[in-house]
């Protein structure tokens, strides 16, 4: 039983609190990244299940103003798809105490300058930072991954990020064996020469068509063994709640991340809670089970219902993601619905 006397907190039952909220804005994608989705895409889901702005905002408020949140992250999908994405943002910025907001975007769309993807309209409605995925720096191997031939148009929006102040500009990199695993030192470079903040993930096991095997994975271990043949690699300890193990790259200031959520998984510190773009708590990236916000939310629930709610499914939170044990089961939804 959850202890009543809990606070308001998102208190879990082995003591985590998740300050750090994922919110997916929708499941859809401008990409097809073999790690995530298949190459014919996905069912979407309907428009009418998705949550309106309104209810974003609504959600969002109650988080920040009731349950504790200090940060929220708006991911999908490709969050730049949603249309009117600066006056979301704009709204989520006004609420009280206000989170730190960030995207997590394939950037394809930040160097517009019209529209509602852009850089710098996003900075100017309130956006605090960016990660942009970005996993070569060979337009033609980003096609084969990605599926697409927009390469040089996720570079524009890397700059354009870097050009609106949206930093530090952090890049995040999925290394697939036989397609990009030769390029951690060359990416890291590339980085550094441009000023970004780069963090490899190792891949997990969330692709819809679940083609993840745990023998081919690239591991944290081999990423770090290769950037140590080219860089020298200090850690800076302090990992915290924070997924990435950071490292200073030759001296600093300079930094790297690894993150090695299956090989070196950071569930006993994790502070992060999710809400899927048709409004279900989900309190795991792995977790098998969501909790409806948006059923009750549309039939009237008071915000400290749904608070109450939203309590409660934190409180479910299991100890870890398991992925290593026999018991293992990907969870239905993929990476893209759920929000990465
Ligand atoms: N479309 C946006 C993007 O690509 O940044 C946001 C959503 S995407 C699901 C969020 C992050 O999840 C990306 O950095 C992507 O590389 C990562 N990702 C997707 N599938 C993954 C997988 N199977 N394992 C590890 N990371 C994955
Ligand atoms: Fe789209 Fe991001 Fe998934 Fe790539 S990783 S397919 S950009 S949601």
């Known amino acids: 039983m959850r202890p009543t006397s809990g606070g308001t907190r998102l ?28 190459a014919d895409g996905l069912e979407w889901l ?35 798809l949603r249309a009117g994405l600066p006056e979301l943002v704009g709204r989520l910025a006004a609420l009280t105490p206000r989170p730190e907001l960030s995207l997590t975007t394939n950037g394809l769309t930040l160097a517009r300058t019209a529209g509602s993807g852009g850089a710098a309209a996003l900075r100017a409605a309130g956006l605090d930072r960016v ?34 102040a949206l930093v530090p500009v952090k890049v995040n990199a999925v290394l697939l064996r036989g397609v990009n695993d030769d390029e951690a030192p060359r990416l890291l470079r590339w980085s550094l020469d441009r000023g970004y903040e780069l963090r ?41 709640s924070a997924p990435a193990e950071l490292f200073e790259v030759d001296g600093g200031p300079a930094r790297v991340g690894v993150i090695g959520s299956v090989t070196a998984p950071f569930c006993a510190a994790c502070d992060r809670v999710r809400l899927t773009a048709d409004g279900q708590v989900r309190n795991c990236l792995f977790a098998r089970e969501e909790s409806d916000l948006r059923t009750p939310l549309r039939a009237g629930a008071s915000d400290t219902e749904l608070a109450e709610r939203w309590r409660t499914a934190v409180w479910g939170k299991r100890a870890g993601h398991g992925i290593d ?16």
């Open 11 to 38: 208190l879990d039952r082995f003591g985590r609190i998740s300050t750090d909220l994922r919110v997916s804005l929708t499941d859809r994608c401008t990409l097809r990244c073999a790690y995530c989705m298949p």
């Open 46 to 80: 309907p428009t009418a299940d998705t949550l309106t702005d309104d209810e974003v905002v609504r959600l969002v408020g109650i988080a920040v103003g009731q349950l504790g949140v200090t940060e929220v992250r708006l991911t999908g999908g490709e969050p730049t």
């Open 131 to 164: 990660n942009v995925s970005l996993d070569t720096t060979c337009p033609d191997r980003f096609r084969a991954i990605t599926r697409r031939d927009r390469w040089h148009d996720v570079v524009d929006g890397l700059a354009a990020a870097a050009a609106a």
């Open 200 to 240: 490899f993930i190792e891949q997990m096991p969330l692709d819809a068509q679940h083609g993840w095997a745990r023998a081919r994975m690239v591991t944290a271990p081999e990423i770090l063994a290769s950037l140590r043949a080219e860089f020298t690699l200090a850690p800076l300890g302090g990992r915290g």
């Open 325 to 340: 044990g026999p018991a293992f089961r990907q969870p239905d939804r993929p990476m893209s619905a759920i929000g990465g």
